[in-house]
T-cell receptor
Framework: NAGVMQNPRHLVRRRGQEARLRCSPM?????VYWYRQLPEEGLKFMVYLQKENIIDESGMPKERFSAEFPKEGPSILRIQQVVRGDSAAYFCASSAFAEVGELFFGEGSRLTVL | GDSVTQMEGPVTLSEEAFLTINCTYTATGYPSLFWYVQYPGEGLQLLLK?????DKGSNKGFEATYRKETTSFHLEKGSVQVSDSAVYFC???????????FGTGTSLTVIP
């Protein structure tokens, strides 16, 4: 049973470019979370999605950032016009929520903005 | 609002020393509590969990007891190994909102 798959694992962008990070949840999971981890800092919640719905985006910057989880295909976190401060590790996690359960994390996508 | 506060690091211990990482929480309702571990360059992995008061979660020699009276879920291990070097995150989720709240993480380094 494949785990949470994130790609790319490493992404380098120049300031002003766009970054797209993908996350395929575990099979059977319909709840996806995105977190950002800055160097030497903790894990910051960004957004929680279910299929075709954004449930909670309270942790996501109002500008340049967007997320989706379409009916078919992976969840995508999109960062437009990246700046150096966007350099971080972005983690996706999924959950089944048949009952209150755990989050299963991907290995993360590390974005470097030059 | 719901939140988790955990002991700040970094923590450095000698091999076979006793480990405690403190975690306290604030929550409405009846949260489930978790400890996650992150090894260098990897994602977070569930270490242990407890879903109701007085439950003890345990795994790989680590233990944590859900204490409702002190709103705590401290992580302990009797004898740490070099391979336990990692960042440890305390987390909670409640039955409403399906949201997870993480602490800031505690970095542990175990030296031979």
């Amino acid at each position: 049973n494949a785990g949470v798959m994130q790609n790319p694992r490493h992404l380098v962008r120049r300031r002003g470019q766009e970054a797209r990070l993908r996350c395929s949840p575990m099979k059977g999971h319909s709840h996806v979370y995105w977190y950002r981890q800055l160097p030497e800092e903790g894990l910051k919640f960004m957004v929680y999605l279910q299929k075709e719905n954004i449930i909670d985006e309270s942790g996501m910057p109002k500008e340049r950032f967007s997320a989706e989880f379409p009916k078919e295909g992976p969840s995508i976190l999109r960062i437009q016009q990246v700046v150096r401060g966007d350099s971080a590790a972005y983690f996706c996690a999924s959950s089944a929520f048949a009952e209150v359960g755990e989050l299963f994390f991907g290995e993360g996508s590390r974005l470097t903005v030059l | 609002g719901d939140s988790v506060t955990q002991m700040e690091g970094p923590v450095t211990l000698s091999e076979e020393a006793f480990l405690t990482i403190n975690c306290t929480y604030t929550a409405t309702g009846y949260p489930s509590l978790f400890w996650y571990v992150q090894y260098p360059g990897e994602g977070l992995q569930l270490l242990l969990k407890a879903t109701k008061a007085d439950d003890k979660g345990s795994n790989k020699g680590f233990e944590a007891t859900y204490r409702k009276e002190t709103t705590s879920f401290h992580l302990e291990k009797g004898s740490v190994q070099v391979s336990d070097s990692a960042v440890y995150f305390c987390a909670l989720t409640t039955n409403t909102g399906n949201q997870f709240y993480f602490g800031t993480g505690t970095s542990l380094t175990v030296i031979p």
